[in-house]
């Protein structure tokens, strides 16, 4: 069957699912089906889905996976949708800061310099989104009209943010690499769901009066690769 279509394909049966779902990961179409669900069936289902699956192919191509870092002098680092070159000193105390389009790194002469580089860009990313998103959900929260319990700033591996039943907030430090943007966007995402604790239409209404290209901002998120 996977020979049938111009992408990688693959299809997976399993018995848990009752309906069929298509996901693209990595620039290949992944297909998730009932156990029982025929061949025929399977054809169809993906050809109908054919024009939203060369978006999300073409979506993906365009936004390739970054390469891995090795956190020296001259490498772009992004912070907030921008790009800031990074530029490793030497000092008596280590210290992160953006100064002229650069993202300075100062670390003692006698420290290990990968990992340190590393961990310091990483408690600076966390500082910076702790005010950016706590300023983002201070000033939305008025806008949607809720006011939520608390807000914290986490390390998620496959989610931007949360809404607990409680009220709690919390979201990925990793969104500060992105746009201004995307980030109002996921902050309102999860303001509403303060009043509408579910994805009905209801709570995509509700989001959509105040983002109305939520799906592009989803969209966006779904391809693009945040992380340093």
Request: glycine share 4%; proline share 5%; hydrophobic share 40%.
């Amino acid at each position: 069957m996977t020979e049938e279509f111009a992408y990688p394909l693959v299809v997976t049966r399993t018995r848990r699912q009752k309906t069929a779902s298509i996901r693209v990961v990595d620039g290949i179409v992944k297909v998730t089906v009932p156990r029982t669900l025929s061949d025929r069936h399977v054809r169809e289902f993906i050809w109908k889905s054919d024009a939203w699956i060369q978006k999300k192919l073409q979506l993906q191509a365009e936004c390739p996976v970054p390469q891995p870092k090795n956190f020296v002098s001259g490498e772009i680092f992004p912070f907030l949708g921008e790009p800031y070159r990074l530029r490793v000193v030497q000092g008596v105390t280590s210290s992160v800061n953006l100064q002229n389009n650069k993202l300075i790194v100062t670390v003692c002469e006698e420290a290990n310099g990968e990992p340190l580089i590393k961990s310091l860009l990483e408690n600076w990313y966390l500082t910076q989104a702790r005010d950016q998103l706590r300023a983002k959900t201070q000033r939305y929260a008025r806008t949607v009209g809720v006011t939520p319990a608390s807000v914290t700033v986490k390390s998620y591996k496959a989610r931007w943010g949360s809404c607990s039943v409680r009220g709690d907030l919390s979201f990925n430090w990793r969104l500060i690499l992105a746009p201004h943007h995307i980030v109002d966007y996921v902050v309102i995402h999860e303001l509403c769901h303060l009043l509408e604790h579910n994805h009905s239409p209801r709570f995509w209404q509700l989001v959509s009066r105040h983002v109305p290209g939520w799906k592009d901002c989803r969209a966006w998120l779904k391809v693009n690769h945040l992380s340093i």
